[in-house]
Each structure stands twice: as C-alpha cells, then as structure tokens.
C-alpha cells in the first residue's frame, strides 16, 4: 500500500509523490489548514491538508482523530525557514496531502501512545499500544538483530540448531517448577523445563556434537526486576571440548551478537578465580567498572584495643576484618555515611566503622583513639590511602562481611557516579568451588547442577573441591554461565553420594541421564546465555519487561490475557483435578 516509511523520507525526497500508511499520532487545525503527525514504526511526518490543495483531503481531515489509521497520498516539500521542526527527524520536510482515507478510527486510547508517566499496569494491559512507538520498536529490532547474529554465528561454527522438549520433566536448576496436568495419566504430571540441560546432553551422547537453542525456560521463582517466570536463553552445548574451548565459543558468540548492535567488545574477557572475587570484591559477580577493592586487615587487628575487632580477629578462618578505602571519600558528608550504615545494617553488619584519611597521615573518625600508631600505620600502607579519603570496616562472619561490603561497594559505585554507563566490564568468574556447605548440608555451588564436572575429584576435603564451572560476568550482572559435565558414571555417582543423593532418588529423577552415560557419553559441556538479560543490557534498561514482548507483572501475571485464569468445571474434571481454596487468615 506504502511507497514510503514516514521518518525514511528527508529533504532529498522533495518533490516526491508519496504513499504513506500510519496512525495519526496527533492533529491540529489551523485556521483552516490541518496539520497530522502521522507515525509508523519509523517515526513521524508532518502531513498538510489545505483545502486550497484538495477540498476533499481537507474534509476527511476535519474527520481524524488520534490514533486513526490513515493513507495519504501526496507530494513532499520542504518547510521553508522558521517553520522547521528541529525535535522530529523529518522536521525539515512535510507531505502536502491531495488524497487522504480513514482506513480505520480509534476510540480514544487509555493513555497517550508514547507517553512514559503512565502506570505500567495499564501499560501491560494495552501493551499492543505501549508498544506501539518507535523506541519500543527499536528495543524489539535490536532483540531481534541480537537473535539473527547469535544464529548466523553458530551456524557458522558448527552448531545445530535443535528444539527440545516444553511438555516434560522436572529438570535439575534448582527452582520451583511449572507443572502441567496430564489428562491421560490420573495423578500425573509434566514440568516445563527450566534449561534444556538434560536433552543438550543427550544430543551429545547421539553425537551431534554441536547444539544450540534460544530457548525458553520456566522458573517459578519470587520475581525480581531481572526476573521472568519464563524468559529465553542462548542455550549451547559442545563435545570434546576443554574449559578453554567453550570460552571462546561464548566470548566469539558475545562479541558477534554486541558488534550486530553496533558495539565493539574487547576479547578474551579477564578471568578470576571465585576466591579473588569474593575476597576483593564481596560478590561472584563483580562489576570492574570501578576499581574500589576491599583489604584484608584482619591480621592488623590481632592486638588491637579495639575488643570487637580484637576478638574477631582471633578467628581467621571463619571471620573477616575488610576495609574499604574510597579515594577522595572525604567528601560524604556524615548523613550519606549514616545512611551506608542503615543500607548494610538491612544484610547483617552490626555497624560500619570509617576513618578519615587527613594531612600528614592523620586519622580521624569515632573508632581512632582505639588504635596504636603501629596499627595506623599499617592500615594506611595496607590500604594505600592518602589526604582526602576514607576507609569502610566491616568485622563478623566472613558470609555477611563479605556480602554486605560486596554491597556497600556497589552502592559506593552508585553514589560516586563511578559506574560509566557506555562501558561493558566482561569476566569470567571461574573455578567455584564444586560443593557449598549450608547448616550442615552440602549444596552444589551458585548455578551450577549436580552434572558439574569438579576439577579434583580426589581431594580429600569436599570444601577444597572446585567445578570446572564458569560465570560470564559484565558491569554486575551475571549474564550466563555453564560448566564441562560429568560424562562417566563413576564420577556422577560419587558427586551424588556427597549430595546426599540416594541411588533411587538419582534413578528417579535424572535415571535417563546416567543410562545415557553408560552407553559411550563423550567429554563435553557447554553454557547458556540469559537472552532477555543481553538485551537489556544493550538497550541499558533496567526492568526485564521493557525487552519482552508480553511480559508477565512482578507477581506473574499476564494483566493483557489475565493469565493465569480460572477454567471450566469439566476441563478440572478431565485432568482429574479438584481445586482445593486456600484457607482464608
Ligand atoms: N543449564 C544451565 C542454566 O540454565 C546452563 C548450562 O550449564 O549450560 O543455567
């Protein structure tokens, strides 16, 4: 129907006879001649119906409304001085309309399209029309740009692009699972999967030796900003393969999908150990944007006045005494102090002492009459501080120190405007260890599943054990990770027996799997990217709904379709199911 896109039109068209197909974005009379926005997924264009033009144009114009759908027919010409547009793109030109239809009205929107201050639940309840702007447009556009590369790259490498199951069983990310109701089989249940991590396997045991799916995966999780009960990941999957190999294929596949968008990444990414991460920075995940670091002082400490710090000390293996020194950090005033300490007092700090760093090496702050020169002048060669900047303690349990002056950095790097918003900071985290103990319990580290290959099975103690398990890691924020597998049965069976696995447990729930193993698996292994992350990341938003399409709220649900829903008495009665309320408190 269209020659033209809208905002594809400039002042090289002038003269051009033009087709253009949109929605009236926004009209004005002026004294007789009709001004209409009209916009498409390209943006807007001035139309002009003057009835000196086409009385019949001009009539039907008289007619349109915001968000009519219309056709014009007319020629561009330039606006001429002093009546140029400099906020729109085709502000310099406008199409003189000798031929307009009203293909379609509209009853008035529920908000204007475009406008950013709307509440979002109304927004997700019309999101055709939230989405119907060009910046929303552009997000969906990069996503699928994002899609073709990450595809071409992979193609081109070898990998097979393979579908697995949605209808099937519980699969071993640790989350809570979707379930579906089987009609044929009383009782009986599928689950949607939270990875195809089971079936990529098995494509290796068939020898396919190279996979790949941008797939969807089902977590029933609480959700979060980053967070989706469904949400979609580049899942890839390769065989005789070292930790070195399936690195490169992520960093090559990383790179291609930023350079589709227009960015360009330096490869390889910088790796680190889990350790250093934890102990510099507080988190698996941290962001390098910034340099701020946190010290090890508990040994400074041994003899100090300071009783706290003294008694912590005793214990080194357990507990961490960690300064943070912040360069320049002189200048937060005592309320932004104050109000660091409520922030991490909310994750188990039971204060957090500062120094001031002045002239001369002179300290300054409430814990400082408490400490020796010697002690002194250890910390500010230790830490490395000058005139002007401030040093953070944080003492306890080395879980919480670690955790919350890993958060007190972050928010440090808030705070400070340190965190650059057009740099991206990739690293890998790697060598985690294979087990976590918990109140007794021994847990599989972080992500990674029960199939995680450990790099020394032999070790005697099982807290010594690492995973040949890695975490892409960029500006914070986790973006996916993956592991070498278990390809042997013995190594599977002794990683399950320290799970506290049992052999029917293991038979029940993984059975195929371990079949699988027997019958010749190859070394492999593989990683997943989270899609819906990537994306946000290119298009720096920070709410997961903004790069889907029809995204469910932060209690999971689908305010457009009023998923989930109540259904018929009868389809309950085929899949043999009684509802049971829930008990009113
Ligand atoms: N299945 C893992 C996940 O979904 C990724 C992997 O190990 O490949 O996080």
């Given at each position: 129907?269209?020659?033209?896109?809208?905002?594809?039109?400039?002042?090289?068209?002038?003269?051009?006879?033009?087709?253009?197909?949109?929605?009236?974005?926004?009209?004005?009379?002026?004294?007789?001649?009709?001004?209409?926005?009209?916009?498409?997924?390209?943006?807007?264009?001035?139309?002009?119906?003057?009835?000196?033009?086409?009385?019949?144009?001009?009539?039907?114009?008289?007619?349109?409304?915001?968000?009519?759908?219309?056709?014009?027919?007319?020629?561009?010409?330039?606006?001429?001085?002093?009546?140029?547009?400099?906020?729109?793109?085709?502000?310099?030109?406008?199409?003189?309309?000798?031929?307009?239809?009203?293909?379609?009205?509209?009853?008035?929107?529920?908000?204007?399209?475009?406008?950013?201050?709307?509440?979002?639940?109304?927004?997700?309840?019309?999101?055709?029309?939230?989405?119907?702007?060009?910046?929303?447009?552009?997000?969906?556009?990069?996503?699928?740009?994002?899609?073709?590369?990450?595809?071409?790259?992979?193609?081109?490498?070898?990998?097979?692009?393979?579908?697995?199951?949605?209808?099937?069983?519980?699969?071993?990310?640790?989350?809570?699972?979707?379930?579906?109701?089987?009609?044929?089989?009383?009782?009986?249940?599928?689950?949607?999967?939270?990875?195809?991590?089971?079936?990529?396997?098995?494509?290796?045991?068939?020898?396919?030796?190279?996979?790949?799916?941008?797939?969807?995966?089902?977590?029933?999780?609480?959700?979060?900003?980053?967070?989706?009960?469904?949400?979609?990941?580049?899942?890839?999957?390769?065989?005789?393969?070292?930790?070195?190999?399936?690195?490169?294929?992520?960093?090559?596949?990383?790179?291609?999908?930023?350079?589709?968008?227009?960015?360009?990444?330096?490869?390889?990414?910088?790796?680190?150990?889990?350790?250093?991460?934890?102990?510099?920075?507080?988190?698996?995940?941290?962001?390098?944007?910034?340099?701020?670091?946190?010290?090890?002082?508990?040994?400074?400490?041994?003899?100090?006045?300071?009783?706290?710090?003294?008694?912590?000390?005793?214990?080194?293996?357990?507990?961490?005494?960690?300064?943070?020194?912040?360069?320049?950090?002189?200048?937060?005033?005592?309320?932004?102090?104050?109000?660091?300490?409520?922030?991490?007092?909310?994750?188990?700090?039971?204060?957090?002492?500062?120094?001031?760093?002045?002239?001369?090496?002179?300290?300054?702050?409430?814990?400082?009459?408490?400490?020796?020169?010697?002690?002194?002048?250890?910390?500010?060669?230790?830490?490395?501080?000058?005139?002007?900047?401030?040093?953070?303690?944080?003492?306890?349990?080395?879980?919480?120190?670690?955790?919350?002056?890993?958060?007190?950095?972050?928010?440090?790097?808030?705070?400070?405007?340190?965190?650059d918003p057009n740099v991206y900071e990739f690293l890998w985290v790697v060598d985690f260890p294979m087990f976590e103990i918990e109140e007794g319990h021994v847990k599989v580290k972080a992500l990674h599943h029960p199939f995680t290959m450990p790099k020394n099975i032999?070790?005697?103690?099982?807290?010594?054990?690492?995973?040949?398990?890695?975490?892409?890691?960029?500006?914070?924020?986790?973006?996916?990770?993956?592991?070498?597998?278990?390809?042997?049965?013995?190594?599977?069976?002794?990683?399950?027996?320290?799970?506290?696995?049992?052999?029917?447990?293991?038979?029940?729930?993984?059975?195929?799997?371990?079949?699988?193993?027997?019958?010749?698996?190859?070394?492999?292994?593989?990683?997943?990217?989270?899609?819906?992350?990537?994306?946000?990341?290119?298009?720096?938003?920070?709410?997961?709904?903004?790069?889907?399409?029809?995204?469910?709220?932060?209690?999971?649900?689908?305010?457009?379709?009023?998923?989930?829903?109540?259904?018929?008495?009868?389809?309950?009665?085929?899949?043999?199911?009684?509802?049971?309320?829930?008990?009113?408190?």
């Amino acid at each position: 129907m269209r020659t033209d896109f809208c905002a594809e039109l400039n002042e090289e068209d002038t003269g051009k006879e033009v087709v253009l197909c949109g929605w009236a974005n926004s009209y004005r009379d002026h004294g007789g001649v009709i001004f209409i926005d009209l916009r498409d997924k390209t943006g807007i264009i001035q139309l002009v119906c003057d009835p000196a033009d086409s009385p019949e144009a001009h009539k039907i114009a008289t007619e349109v409304r915001d968000e009519y759908v219309l056709i014009a027919k007319g020629k561009v010409r330039l606006r001429g001085e002093g009546l140029e547009n400099p906020k729109l793109k085709t502000g310099k030109i406008e199409v003189v309309v000798d031929e307009l239809k009203i293909e379609n009205r509209s009853e008035p929107t529920p908000f204007v399209i475009g406008d950013e201050n709307v509440n979002e639940e109304i927004r997700l309840k019309y999101r055709y029309l939230d989405l119907r702007t060009k910046k929303a447009y552009e997000t969906f556009r990069l996503r699928s740009k994002a899609a073709i590369a990450a595809r071409n790259f992979l193609d081109a490498n070898g990998f097979l692009e393979v579908e697995t199951p949605i209808l099937t069983k519980s699969t071993p990310e640790g989350a809570r699972d979707y379930l579906v109701p089987s009609r044929l089989y009383p009782g009986e249940f599928y689950a949607l999967p939270q990875s195809p991590q089971l079936f990529k396997q098995l494509l290796m045991v068939s020898g396919f030796d190279r996979y790949f799916q941008i797939a969807k995966c089902f977590r029933d999780e609480d959700l979060r900003a980053d967070r989706q009960p469904e949400f979609t990941q580049i899942d890839v999957e390769m065989s005789f393969c070292t930790e070195d190999d399936v690195i490169n294929i992520a960093e090559g596949l990383i790179k291609t999908i930023f350079a589709a968008c227009g960015i360009n990444i330096k490869t390889p990414f910088k790796r680190m150990p889990y350790t250093e991460a934890m102990e510099n920075y507080g988190t698996d995940k941290p962001d390098l944007r910034f340099d701020l670091k946190l010290v090890d002082v508990i040994d400074i400490f041994e003899n100090t006045n300071l009783k706290v710090f003294r008694e912590i000390a005793q214990f080194k293996k357990l507990n961490r005494i960690k300064a943070l020194p912040v360069p320049g950090g002189e200048k937060l005033t005592r309320k932004e102090i104050d109000s660091l300490t409520e922030f991490v007092a909310k994750f188990g700090a039971k204060g957090l002492a500062w120094v001031k760093v002045k002239e001369n090496n002179e300290l300054q702050g409430p814990i400082v009459k408490f400490l020796s020169d010697e002690e002194k002048n250890a910390l500010i060669e230790r830490c490395n501080v000058k005139n002007g900047d401030l040093i953070f303690f944080g003492a306890g349990s080395k879980r919480v120190v670690l955790d919350y002056m890993g958060r007190l950095r972050d928010r440090l790097g808030d705070m400070l405007g340190l965190k650059d918003p057009n740099v991206y900071e990739f690293l890998w985290v790697v060598d985690f260890p294979m087990f976590e103990i918990e109140e007794g319990h021994v847990k599989v580290k972080a992500l990674h599943h029960p199939f995680t290959m450990p790099k020394n099975i032999d070790e005697e103690e099982i807290e010594d054990m690492t995973s040949q398990a890695y975490d892409m890691v960029v500006n914070g924020v986790e973006l996916g990770g993956g592991s070498i597998r278990i390809h042997k049965t013995e190594i599977q069976k002794k990683v399950f027996e320290i799970l506290g696995i049992t052999q029917e447990e293991a038979e029940e729930k993984f059975g195929f799997l371990l079949e699988a193993l027997k019958f010749g698996a190859p070394p492999h292994g593989g990683f997943a990217i989270g899609f819906d992350r990537l994306i946000m990341l290119l298009t720096k938003k920070d709410n997961i709904r903004d790069v889907i399409a029809f995204p469910k709220t932060q209690k999971a649900q689908c305010l457009l379709t009023n998923a989930p829903s109540k259904v018929e008495p009868d389809q309950l009665k085929e899949l043999h199911i009684r509802v049971r309320e829930p008990k009113k408190v």
